[in-house]
Each structure stands twice: as structure tokens, then as C-alpha cells.
């Protein structure tokens, strides 16, 4: 065997392993997708069982300003409703939801430290 035929199928089998290396990297990233895509239907199916129909509106409204704030949100809510804390108050209408929200600022609020220098 020449050197030029071994250089071809040593290329030709680089070649083969990366074209591997790139269908399993898109397989996992297709599986990754669905798994989000499942994880996200779920949450909004909870949601839809935590919020009324305005409270959800008032949430999609805030994950449009603050796209964190209300992740951390709904997070929040769906443990709260799992660990049975929400009981006798589901569905929460919006007028709860929004003096949820004022007390979670306030929280907050008292939470961040200003420190001054002179």
C-alpha cells in the first residue's frame, strides 16, 4: 500500500468519525430540545392550574420586562402549590397575584443593601 492510499483512508476514516461526532452532538441536542419543550409544557400546565386566566396574562406580561424575575416566579409558585402551601386559594385572581408580587418587591427591597461611601 502506498503512502498516498493510507493518507486517503486514514482522511476517509477522520472524516467518518467526525461525521459521527456531529450526528450524535444533534441527537443530543434534539433530545435536549424535547426535554425542554416537555419540562415547559408541564410548568404551563401547572400554571394554568395555580393562576386564573388575567393572573397568567399580568405574568406574561412581566416575563416580557423581566424574563428572570418571572421564571424565578413561577418557580416559586408551582413549589408553593406542590408543597401544599396555595391550598383553599387556587386559582389565585389576579388582585392575590398582585399583592403577591408587592410583597415578594418588598421583600426584596429590604433585602438589597445600599452601602455609601462618604
Keep these: 500500500m502506498s503512502d498516498d492510499e493510507e493518507l486517503k483512508k486514514l482522511r476517509e476514516q477522520r472524516m467518518a468519525e467526525m461525521a459521527q461526532q456531529q450526528q450524535a452532538q444533534q441527537q443530543q441536542a434534539a433530545a435536549q ?3 425542554k419543550q416537555t419540562l415547559d409544557a408541564q410548568k404551563q400546565m ?18 416580557l420586562a423581566r424574563r428572570e424575575f418571572a421564571e424565578a416566579l413561577e418557580m416559586q409558585l408551582i413549589q408553593a402549590f406542590q408543597s401544599g402551601s396555595l391550598r383553599g386559594k387556587i386559582p389565585l385572581n389576579d388582585e392575590y397575584f398582585k399583592s403577591l408580587l408587592v410583597q415578594l418587591q418588598n421583600n426584596n427591597q429590604k433585602r438589597e443593601r445600599k452601602i455609601t461611601f462618604r
Excluded: C, G, P, V
Design 33 to 35: 430540545a424535547h426535554q
Design 46 to 63: 401547572l400554571l394554568a392550574q395555580i393562576l386564573t386566566s388575567d393572573a397568567r396574562a399580568r405574568l406574561a406580561n412581566i416575563k
